[in-house]
């Protein structure tokens, strides 16, 4: 109750459920790669039977009558489903605090919040509730969560998981991917998404965790046009790049990330905003934020948001590609972790501006589609954990997975 990491249980079903996989696992044959391991599943996707109410009061009548794809791949792999995690309301900001219920704090800091918008997800792994869950991430919603509470988040490449909202996320910048304890971990549910249950094949994405690839170059980025890094997070993106380099790797140091400010990457996170069909009359019912970025995203066609996509996307790709890097190093976040209430009474568009600096080393692998991952590396001297981030090329998750699997023991003394 002191974190506010779920939003509805699902507790007769789950123990049902348990018991099912307890009389298969004792029947023996083909099981299932995490049959009887609880998850949860983000509240904007639908499970059977529970309310998808995308963290707002005008969803609050909304329950599902069947499962989504992400749960019923979730449920194939064996898992069991106990109930629905928080998100910010449309899985717009990164924290967690609706009208619906109270703020997603941080297990590791309980005056602070565990980020967002799969900040339930992250805070319910974090607090030992739960062994791994899935998010998603539309401009740094599973890897701010993921690094705000200590652990591993996996933003997959384009198109290599399904978008199960292609309709409303018409510029294809948000993904469904996996928040864990370790790299392995991540991987093996990366393969359960894909509806891969043979996590051992040469295809898989734990095999990849498990191949460390030959000698790379990796740049460093430590400057964005948008904030400064915090001293602390500095050092620790460092710190990795030493690690790289002790691994074989050629580190770098690379050019400032491209000049794309918070109103370039707007019109489309504002055009996925309008596309949410919530029922008439209900503007009133939603926050300040959400109201702003919906009547903005009205005025964007789907056509206009993906050609800022497109156009936006060439740019990083040439910032990405300048001296041959095949990744890069940086923060998964530039600031630590923003304390609860810290955004209170500021009005729509003034709190979007407030929380650009906290996106500012990860909406650009969502315009891109660059895969990319947060692996936990240190706390600051206030207790607060810190995650480094490495993104690879377009189509290469399956080397990011082993790159990150091979950095992350080096991260963790």
């Known amino acids: 109750g002191r974190i506010g990491a779920f939003v509805e249980l699902d507790e007769r079903r789950a123990l049902a459920a348990a018991a099912a996989a307890d009389k298969r696992l004792k029947e023996g044959g083909a099981l299932p790669p995490f049959l009887g391991v609880p998850t949860g599943i983000k509240d904007h996707e639908h499970v059977r039977f529970l309310h ?16 989504g794809k992400l749960a019923a791949r979730c449920r194939a792999a064996g898992f069991v489903i106990v109930g629905k995690t928080s998100t910010s309301e449309l899985t717009i900001l990164p924290f967690v605090d609706t009208d619906t219920g109270p703020p997603t704090r941080n297990p590791r800091a309980l005056d602070h919040y565990a980020g967002g918008s799969s900040g339930g997800a992250a805070a319910a792994v974090s607090g030992g509730l739960l062994p791994i869950a899935p998010g998603s991430d539309g401009a740094g919603s599973i890897r701010l969560p993921a690094s705000f509470c200590g652990l591993v988040g996996v933003k997959p490449g384009r198109g290599t998981l399904f978008n199960e909202h ?6 294809d910048i948000a993904v469904i991917g996996p928040i864990a304890k370790d790299v392995r971990d991540a991987a093996a549910l990366m393969d359960a998404l894909d509806g891969r249950h043979d996590l051992s094949s040469k295809g898989s994405f734990l095999s990849a965790a498990d191949r460390v690839p030959g000698k790379l170059v990796i740049h460093v980025g430590l400057e964005s046009p948008l904030t400064p890094v915090e001293p602390q997070t500095k050092a620790a993106v460092l710190r990795a790049a030493k690690c790289l380099e002790s691994l074989g790797h050629r580190v770098e140091q690379g ?16 055009r996925l905003m309008a596309n949410v ?9 939603v926050q300040p934020t959400t109201r702003w970025m919906r009547e903005l995203g009205r005025r964007v066609g789907d056509r206009e948001a993906r050609d800022i996509r497109k156009k936006l996307e060439r740019r990083i790709d040439a910032w990405f590609d300048e001296g ?20 209170k009474g500021l009005g729509g568009e003034e709190t979007f501006r407030a929380v650009v600096p906290i996106g500012a080393f990860t909406a650009g692998s969502n315009i891109s ?35 990150a699997a091979a950095l992350e023991p080096l991260l963790r003394r």
């Open 255 to 270: 050019s400032p990330l491209p000049d794309i400010g918070a109103d370039d990457f707007l019109p489309m996170m504002a």
């Open 166 to 171: 292609p309709l409303v996320d018409v510029a």
């Open 52 to 67: 998808t109410r995308l963290g707002s009061r005008a969803l609050a009548w909304v329950i599902a009558p069947f499962d």
């Open 369 to 403: 589609g660059h895969p990319a991952v947060t692996l936990p590396a240190g706390t600051s001297k206030e207790g607060l954990p810190i995650g480094v981030q490495l993104v690879c090329k377009r189509g290469d998750d399956r080397r990011l997975l082993g790159l």
């Open 277 to 285: 069909p919530l029922p008439p009359m209900t503007s009133r019912l």
């Open 324 to 343: 041959g890097a095949d990744a890069w190093v940086m923060p998964t976040c530039a600031t630590l972790p923003p304390r609860v209430g810290q955004f």
